[in-house]
């Protein structure tokens, strides 16, 4: 996923070099993290997205908030394959505002609304 900050340039504006996978104490592990001034992006990748994976992101998501509670945090998940559970994971996503990618190959992602 190392296209990942072309995206968060283009659509977010931000400069970012390399996002970084982090564990944050008394939430969890993100697969990518990057904060910039008073903005925190946090991304989860997944090959398959099913209900249970956005339901585990959510919540962390939740716990992240409470901790960086001063901080404005947009959260982002991509995936590349779909099941038959992934259009009710990316209805419960899009409920906590996070925004869904799906990953078509290189730089090639997809916004899914």
Not at 38 to 63: C, M, P, Q
């Amino acid at each position: 996923m190392h296209y990942l900050p072309m995206w968060i340039k283009d659509r977010l504006g931000f400069n970012v070099d390399k996002l970084r996978r982090i564990i944050v104490e008394n939430v969890g592990e993100f697969d990518g993290y990057v904060e910039v001034n008073d903005w925190v992006i946090v991304v989860e990748v997944k090959a398959t997205l099913r209900v249970r994976d956005a339901n585990d992101f959510i919540n962390r998501l939740a716990r992240l908030k409470v901790i960086k509670a001063s901080k404005r945090i947009t959260a982002v998940l991509v995936y590349v394959n779909d099941v038959k559970e992934t259009a009710e994971a990316i209805k419960m996503l899009k409920t906590y505002d996070v925004i869904v990618l799906k990953h078509h190959g290189e730089d090639d992602f997809e916004e899914v609304t």
